[in-house]
């Protein structure tokens, strides 16, 4: 029986897990340098600042990210 979902997650690497350790929370496009950061509370993408200047990059680009580190959504069985 198909569920809800449309896949099935192991209940025992979720719960008491922190879910953010498992999702990028920076990302910088590849094509305008753009930097957005993760913002769990408002559950929404923020524009990253370094050195006081907002990395807002292109507005008009077609922002190809570049998540930092491997952001793998399930673990490969080993
Ligand atoms: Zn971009």
């Not at 990302?27 to 907002?54: L, Q």
């Not at 680009?61 to 570049?66: A, G, L, S, T």
Request: include cysteine; hydrophobic fraction near 30%; glycine fraction near 8%.
């Amino acid at each position: 029986m198909p569920s809800a979902m449309g896949f099935c997650v192991p209940t025992d690497t979720i719960g008491d897990m922190e879910p953010q350790l498992r999702r990028p929370t920076r990302r910088a496009c590849e094509r305008c340098g753009r930097v957005e950061r993760w913002d769990g509370d408002a559950a929404t993408w923020r524009v990253a600042s370094e050195d006081g200047d907002k990395q807002v990059g292109n507005p008009y680009c077609i922002h190809e990210w570049d998540i930092n580190g491997r952001f793998a959504p399930f673990e490969e069985p080993a």
